[in-house]
């Protein structure tokens, strides 16, 4: 007798199967299922196991967080993992208070309440802007006037909002859902009223684990339940203390309005702060930013995993990764190393450089939190950790494409179009991060696969430092490559600068030393400014081959040419380098004479370099792309 394939869920597929068996049998053994009503039987059949199937299938998927669908379940499994979704964030600015108040206020002390608003404008739209907490200021005497000031005051964006429950006998400890999708979960207040009319208060603590908890411990914990929103749960007794029946839980929070209100950096009060009738100035020491949407299913889905795999500590590199990607959603990539492995190695620190994304920015206050909330807790004793600002080289590239015209319909320039597109995607997916090099193979070959129709592809790399200037004094320029550069190919961008009372317009040039000879070019060179009007500074810095590093001491640029603000440094890699690597401590070429030594720094971000043909500052275009066709035999 033949038995059913029961591997096929296709309709078709089981619908065959079924017929195949009933054909096997000796009662329909000479039927025709497709000309009798016994095919809507067949159907009927089919459509229902198919049904089943799926159904099951949808089931199963959902117990795995690799392969669920719905955000309930991917959630549900993240709790399991110990890991809570992050919830909307406000957009959080740092500004100074400054209140005049009126003649007629003799207090001391100034209480600027949690309530107080202050409004910002950014793209036509208005959003209000809260203290976290309130605080006190004593009066001060400045220019002979009685003020208050309040200084580094967060401000977070959003609307406060408060909710009541009252605790039923049924279940004291909760879920208490907080019926708004956009709440900022890091604003939560819970405090808990004796009853409706004992209005006695007491504030509670939000907790992410069980350790230190006692029975006596008030404490609850924050998650995310169905449909997405945020609830409270409370102790038992006998970890958390129980809430009692008639209990009244007011909850307050700040319910956010996501990322749109980044980037605002002008408020002003919207209320009263004194008695009235007082003059406020509010200036903005960090514009907004970190605001953002609650976290996708994707991301809970990636984050999930690496997060339990800390184990509530930070000892790796990864442990640490992980724990700040999770809590900050204005950084894009963190890259972390150990004292051990910097250069030069200082032992019982932890290096830690933070990129922001695009758009936003890492404030101090943002460091601060991570550093007391999220490092200093988890950290082994003695550990001191060190945060490094990341460092951005500019990448340059020169590529030619050589083409067959008779295997392709393209014309030239929908090449060089299909290859900047390309260029944009490999920036776009494999740099602009930390922790990411660049690697002249992978470009080389996603180029060439644009179109059968590309032969060859040559690419000439360069790189730009961006050095922000100080303009009419003496400063000392560093810039670090930290790949092993190629003689007389420095250039930067024009300034001027003074000698003997003239005024002169100049650029960077570089000439090698005694002894920097080819193939390895290993040495120094002198840095000399070369002007237009053919003034030459013999000497203002000199430059390390080996290393990449470009020192500039006692500079002084009276002047840059058009909106620049910064002075761009170009050099070329020496011809042994393809790949500029961010992670390794040291490089080294095993197949070229030239010996590669430079250091790669850790805290680097390779990104495209977007400069454009400039002559009056002296700029190039960042890419250059070139299709030319093939040299046709005679």
């Known amino acids: 007798m033949a038995q059913l394939n029961v591997t096929e869920l296709d309709f078709e597929d089981i619908k065959l199967n079924l017929k195949n068996y009933l054909k096997s049998q000796t009662e329909f053994s ?28 949808m089931l199963a998927n959902e117990n795995f967080i690799d392969t669920a669908i719905k955000r309930e379940s991917v959630v549900s499994i993240a709790k399991a ?14 500004v100074t208070v400054t209140v005049t108040p009126p003649t007629s206020f003799t207090s001391t002390t100034l209480e600027l309440s949690r309530n107080t608003s202050f409004t910002s404008s950014i793209n036509g739209a208005s959003y209000n802007f809260y203290p976290l907490e309130s605080i006190t200021a004593s009066a001060q005497v400045i220019d002979g006037v009685t003020k208050f000031v309040f200084t580094d005051l967060l401000l977070k964006e959003g609307t406060r909002t408060s909710n009541q429950f009252t605790v039923e006998a049924a279940n004291p400890q909760g879920p208490y859902i907080i019926p708004n999708e956009s709440i900022d979960a890091s604003t939560i207040r819970a405090r808990v009223q004796t009853s409706l009319a004992d209005t006695s208060l007491t504030t509670w603590n939000k907790h992410t684990t069980l350790l230190d908890v006692k029975n006596d411990s008030r404490a609850y914990w924050v998650e995310e339940g169905i449909d997405g929103l945020t609830q409270l749960r409370f102790g038992d007794g006998v970890i958390g203390q129980k809430l009692e029946v008639d209990n009244v839980v007011i909850i307050d929070y700040i319910a956010s309005s996501g990322a749109t209100p980044n980037g605002a950096k002008t408020f002003t009060s919207a209320g009263t702060i004194s008695s009235g009738g007082e003059t406020v100035s ?12 609650q976290e996708t299913v994707d991301e809970i889905r990636f984050n999930a995993p690496r997060l339990n795999a800390t184990r509530d500590r930070a000892v790796t590199e990864q442990d640490y990764k992980s724990l700040i990607l999770q809590s900050n959603s204005n950084i894009q990539s963190v890259a972390v190393w150990g004292g051990e492995k910097n250069d030069p190695p200082m032992y019982g620190k932890v290096f830690i450089s933070l990129n922001p994304v695009p758009g936003q920015i890492i404030t101090e206050q943002d460091k601060d939190n991570i550093k007391n909330s999220i490092i200093d807790p988890k950290t082994p004793v003695a550990i001191i950790p060190e945060f490094v600002d990341p460092e951005y080289t500019y990448l340059q590239l020169e590529i030619d494409t050589t083409y067959d015209p008779k ?3 393209l014309t030239k320039g929908e ?11 490999y920036f776009n997916n494999y740099l602009n991060k930390l922790n990411k090099s660049f690697y002249y193979s992978r470009l080389h070959d996603l180029i060439n696969a644009q179109t059968p129709a590309i032969i060859s592809t040559n690419i000439r790399l360069g790189l730009q430092k961006r050095e922000k200037a100080t303009l009419n004094k003496d400063h000392n320029y560093t810039v670090k490559f930290n790949q092993k550069l190629q003689p007389r190919e420095l250039s930067s961008t024009y300034f001027d600068i003074e000698v003997s009372g003239a005024t002169h317009k100049v650029l960077l040039q570089d000439t090698p030393g005694v002894g920097v000879t080819a193939p390895s070019y290993s040495g120094t060179g002198t840095v000399k400014a070369m002007g237009t009007d053919g003034f030459l500074q013999a000497e203002v810095g000199t430059i390390d081959y080996d290393s990449g590093t470009v020192s500039l001491p006692g500079l002084r640029i009276k002047k840059l040419y ?19 690597t961010t992670q390794a401590l040291i490089r080294t070429s095993d197949t070229s ?12 971000v390779l990104i ?4 454009v043909l400039n002559a009056t500052i002296n700029t190039v275009s960042g890419i250059k792309i070139t299709a030319n066709k093939e040299v046709e035999e005679i």
């Open 30 to 57: 000479d039927y025709n299922f497709e000309g009798s009503g016994l095919a809507v039987l067949v159907d009927m059949l089919a459509y229902n196991t198919h049904y089943n199937g799926m159904l099951a299938h």
């Open 415 to 425: 090449i060089e179009t299909a290859v900047k597109l390309q260029v944009d995607n």
């Open 562 to 580: 058009g909106t620049e603000k910064n002075l761009r440094i170009n050099v070329t890699p020496h011809d042994s380098i393809k790949d500029i």
């Open 282 to 293: 509010v200036a903005t020491s960090s514009p907004a930013s970190g605001g953002n949407i």
């Open 81 to 94: 993992l110990g890991y809570t979704p992050r919830s909307y964030l406000g957009a959080t600015a740092t």
């Open 608 to 611: 495209q370099d977007d400069s």
């Open 407 to 409: 295997v392709t319909s």
């Open 593 to 604: 004479t030239a010996a590669v030594v430079a250091k790669p720094s850790r805290n680097t």
